[in-house]
Structure formats: structure tokens, C-alpha cells
């Protein structure tokens, strides 16, 4: 069952809920939300962390933490997502979403040029910068939303498929040979006249 592997993995909220990292949520630290793990809470934790993955932005492990306390989702599981891009993958994930932003934008190539100009170097950052966002938000919001869907229709489907089976191995009541006697009916009285 899922659930098992990801209390096997995942921290307990008494170790880490007085830890130093969230001294300065105190009403939000103690939510047993934020530990949960079922179908609803699992499924919002792996949206909000994919999205936080794709965002091109330093933080993005703060900005799950924050976005895993909206949602009042699964925290660890929404922080441990975040490492999708890190550094073996940040440089090909962003490529990607430069691309598929530059596509979205209708955006032409981009020629990178080193000069000692500044205006040229800015100008070359904003025609970087909206592609790579746009691209970014864009695809991480609809791959956010798609594992979000997917983690919560596999759960669903591996609860049911533990359900048949549990029933399947269930002794099935067996009947004897003889026939039950029959419930006793009203009794009959007899007028007497």
C-alpha cells in the first residue's frame, strides 16, 4: 500500500515538529495535517512540489514549504520533490522550459552574445527571462496537476484492488446438507363453541 512505504520514508511529525526550522510557524507547525498521509494529502503534496520544482527561482524548497502550509498537504513529501531539478538535472529541466516557453510565446531563437555593453546584456536577459518563466509556470502548473490526478487515482485503484483482494481470501460461509428448521409462525388457536 502506499501509505506504508511513504511512513517508512518520510519523517514523523513529533521528531521534527519542534525542530528549528519551523520555530516561526507556531500555530502552523502543530497541524496534524501537515503529517498526513492519505489519498487527499498525498496527491496536493506531489502537485505543489512538482510545480515548486519547475519554478526558476532560488527558494523553491521554501516556496513548497509555503504552498504545502496553504494546502495544508503533506509537508516532507512536498519538500523532498522539490530535489526533481537539482544540480545533475536543473540545466536540461530549464532548457526544456525555455523551449517550450519560446514555443508558447512564439518567441524567435535566442543567439547569447558576451559583450561588455550592458543595455545589450539586458536586453538579452528579457528576451531569456519571459520564455524561461512562461515556460516554467506553464509546465509546471499542468505537470503539477497531472501527477497531482495520477498519484490520486493510483491510490484510489490500489485501495480498491486491496479491497477485492481481502475479500477473495475471505472464507466464504458454507452451508450443510441439512436443511435449516423454519422459524416458528403465529401460533393457531382453535375457537371453541
Known amino acids: 500500500m502506499p501509505r506504508q512505504f511513504l511512513r517508512r520514508h518520510l519523517p514523523r511529525p513529533g521528531r521534527h515538529s519542534a525542530g528549528r526550522w519551523a520555530r516561526w510557524l507556531p500555530s502552523w507547525r502543530a497541524s496534524p495535517q501537515l503529517f498526513h498521509l492519505n489519498r487527499r ?68 531563437p535566442v543567439e547569447l552574445r ?22 516554467s509556470l506553464t509546465a509546471g502548473l499542468v505537470l503539477g496537476i497531472a501527477l497531482g490526478c495520477a498519484v490520486h487515482l493510483w491510490w484510489r485503484w490500489e485501495v480498491v484492488r486491496l479491497w477485492r483482494e481481502r475479500a477473495r481470501r475471505r472464507p466464504r460461509p458454507t452451508r450443510s446438507a441439512t436443511p435449516e428448521p423454519a422459524a416458528p409462525g403465529p401460533r393457531a388457536t382453535r375457537d371453541t363453541a
Open 41 to 108: 494529502s498525498v496527491s496536493l503534496a506531489c502537485g505543489a512540489g512538482v510545480f515548486c520544482a519547475l519554478l526558476p527561482v532560488p527558494g523553491q524548497t521554501f516556496a513548497a514549504l509555503l504552498l504545502a502550509l496553504v494546502l495544508r498537504c503533506n509537508l516532507p513529501l512536498a519538500v523532498a520533490l522539490v530535489w526533481l531539478t537539482n544540480p545533475l538535472t536543473l540545466s536540461p529541466v530549464f532548457w526544456l522550459t525555455f523551449e517550450f516557453g519560446r514555443w508558447l510565446l512564439g518567441s524567435p
Open 114 to 135: 558576451l559583450s561588455g555593453d550592458w543595455n545589450d546584456l539586458i536586453h538579452q536577459g528579457e528576451s531569456v527571462l519571459l520564455p524561461l518563466f512562461a515556460g
